[in-house]
């Protein structure tokens, strides 16, 4: 029996779709198409003021101050507007003014946003002029094509308006933003367009509603997500799937609580540098609140697991020790931010921390990313580069030396060119106190997703006075290794929700089986079939309504159930079950332990 879930892949066409900054020029197309928008609307609403309209990653937009929201059927006179001019074949020409003469230009255009994007140019710098043909110009530094006719048009599309605000300020007027996209050619276009679709059927805010895995509840708050019961199925699943390959490679198990001293976090120096981030103190009074002794809400786990440590004398050979928790953390994310299980305000983080000796520390960073790679295979997970985040040798906001942070950077540089793995620099992506593995990956629409981190620590072991009794008496610091695979049970459960497209491998799939008897009379088979299944840990239900098969078999379907197995009077008879896959696939009639032994070998 193959496994049911179509491989992810299939969603990705051969048609590399490249970003604005992987080629030069679609970024002067897309960036000249945002001219051209700009343009047309001026021709058909010579109310409108322009502002500004940067590439985005597939495309473009322009902000318009108009008095009223575009419509769809506006959008599609424009883009006809747009067309038109693209077919003129309208050189665009670079003029550079002094400022005086770009200021005369565009208080004689009445352009106030302009004059604002004038001001903010510094002092020194060209001021540049582009020209579409010698109807229209805006104050831009390019790239640009040279004439519109290298823009192909019908290889671009207005996708949306949404509102903005000038340069984000909510007190300012709200303006109308136009989103569009631009390629060199229609089959581009049209995979993008596929792609955006597919992206939407995908949704996991969308999906994870219609499979009844979470819920959002207005009186418990935003960016707190509620597990139903087959949410958490899936989540367990996960959770013990890695808890035993953390057993196997001798991780131990602690459980630390949800709040703690303010006190604990001013010495891993949260307090300070993560503040805004943590929710508000929680003190008895305002004088408590005035001196700081209070609770605060956790927003890591490596605190709590540093006094486990501390808590007794440990020696050399005790080392390594690795503590693991799911544990639950809390963030202030801005409520703006927070859409689906991708930002959340409280989350669960597969956090471990290695206490090791420095003669160790290679070999055990060795062996996490090992871990994180068979995590990464069992979930099928298999375009991802590693990121090494170092940090920003500029800025003042890291804990700890010089020579400490190369020491550490230089030990991940081994590590990842030791395992010969995909990777890339990411400078000024450290945490506050140490450099990260970050692994970046890939998902079947070509987003990309952080997923697990590794990370090195010399400076938590120093703040909170670690040490190890050492072989010849004296005391030593041990180094610690910050690490989650998965990185947030929440992130990791959306971005797969979308990886699968909703259809869980058979391991992972929080009801594996549905049994559907044809009619009541069965129910008594059914049931039998249902113990035998659970009883070999099988996760199977039945489906005890009184419609009809049909529509049994559409909702296991819209319920993406790996596996239905239809009972009537043959199979009652004979001992049997009608097994049908996922995806309308028949398998025709098995014995239920032949189905047993078929499914065991999938999970
Ligand atoms: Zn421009
Ligand atoms: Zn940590």
Redesign the pocket.
């Known amino acids: 029996m193959s496994q049911p879930a179509a491989s992810p892949q299939q969603a990705n066409s051969p048609l590399k779709l490249l970003r604005t900054h992987e080629s030069p020029k679609l970024e002067r197309i897309r960036?000249?198409t945002?001219?051209v928008l700009a343009m047309a609307v001026q021709r058909l609403f010579p109310k409108a003021q322009v502002t500004i309209?940067p590439t985005t990653d597939y495309g473009f937009y322009y902000d318009f101050d108009h008095p009223e929201p575009f419509t769809p059927e506006d959008l599609e006179r424009i883009k006809k507007e747009m067309q038109a001019i693209i077919k003129k074949g309208l050189p665009v020409i670079r003029e550079e003014v002094s400022r005086e003469e770009a200021r005369r230009r565009i208080e004689a255009l009445g352009e106030p946003y302009k004059l604002e994007i004038l001001d903010s140019i510094p002092e020194g710098e060209p001021i540049t002029i582009?020209h579409l043909g010698d109807e229209w110009w805006?104050l831009?530094?390019?790239?640009?094509v040279e004439n519109t006719k290298e823009i192909n048009p019908k290889a671009f599309d207005l996708l949306s308006v949404a509102g903005a605000y000038w340069r984000g300020d909510e007190t300012k007027p709200q303006l109308q933003r136009i989103y569009g996209t631009a390629w060199e050619t229609p089959e581009e276009l049209k995979e993008y367009k596929r792609r955006l679709e597919e992206a939407k059927r995908r949704d996991h805010r969308k999906l994870g509603k219609e499979l009844g895995l979470f819920i959002f509840a207005d009186e418990v708050g935003p960016g707190l997500p509620l597990w139903t019961p087959k949410g958490t199925t899936l989540r367990w699943v996960l959770e013990d799937f890695l808890k035993q390959e953390q057993l196997k490679r001798g991780y131990l198990p602690v459980v630390t609580p949800h709040i703690a001293r303010v006190d604990l976090f001013k010495i891993s120096g949260h307090w300070q540098k993560y503040r805004e981030d943590m929710f508000p103190m929680m003190a008895e009074s305002e004088e408590a609140r005035a001196a700081e002794q209070g609770f605060v809400m956790k927003p890591m786990n490596c605190p709590f697991h540093i006094q486990i440590y501390k808590s007794e004398l440990r020696s050399y050979r005790d080392l390594p020790l690795r503590y693991a928790e799911f544990g639950t953390v809390y963030r202030y994310e801005q409520s703006g931010e927070l859409g689906g299980l991708t930002r959340v305000r409280g989350f669960t983080v597969d956090d471990a921390h290695l206490f090791v000796r420095p003669d160790q520390l290679e070999e055990e960073f060795l062996k996490v990313v090992d871990l994180i790679l068979v995590v990464f295979d069992k979930l099928k997970l298999k375009d991802f580069r590693a990121r090494l985040s170092f940090r920003d040798p500029k800025s003042d906001k890291y804990l700890g030396s010089p020579e400490e942070w190369d020491m550490a950077e230089n030990a991940i540089r081994r590590a990842v060119e030791k395992l010969s793995m995909p990777h890339f620099e990411g400078i000024g992506e450290a945490a506050f106190y140490g450099p990260k593995l970050d692994f970046i990956f890939r998902d079947a629409l070509d987003r990309e997703w952080q997923l697990g981190t590794v990370q090195v620590d010399y400076q938590n072991p120093q703040r909170f006075d670690l040490y190890y009794v050492a072989e010849d008496g004296s005391r030593q610091r041990p180094v610690m290794i910050h690490r989650a695979p998965f990185g947030s049970l929440e992130r990791l459960i959306g971005i797969l929700i979308e990886e699968y497209a909703g259809d869980f491998p058979f391991w992972l799939a929080p009801e594996q089986v549905r049994i559907l008897p044809v009619s009541d009379e069965y129910l008594g088979y059914a049931t039998q079939v249902r113990d035998q299944l659970r009883e070999q840990g099988i996760r199977v239900h039945i489906d005890a309504d009184s419609d009809r098969l049909p529509k049994k078999i559409r909702n296991a379907e819209k319920a993406k159930v790996p596996f239905m197995l239809i009972v009537g009077e043959k199979e009652q008879a004979t001992g049997t079950v009608s097994v049908r896959q996922r995806h309308g696939q028949d398998l025709g009639s098995l014995t239920v332990a032949d189905f047993l032994d078929q499914v065991q070998a999938l999970n």
Request: include cysteine; glycine fraction near 16%; aromatic fraction near 8%.
């Open positions: 960036h000249t945002s001219h309209g582009y805006d831009c530094a390019g790239p640009h």
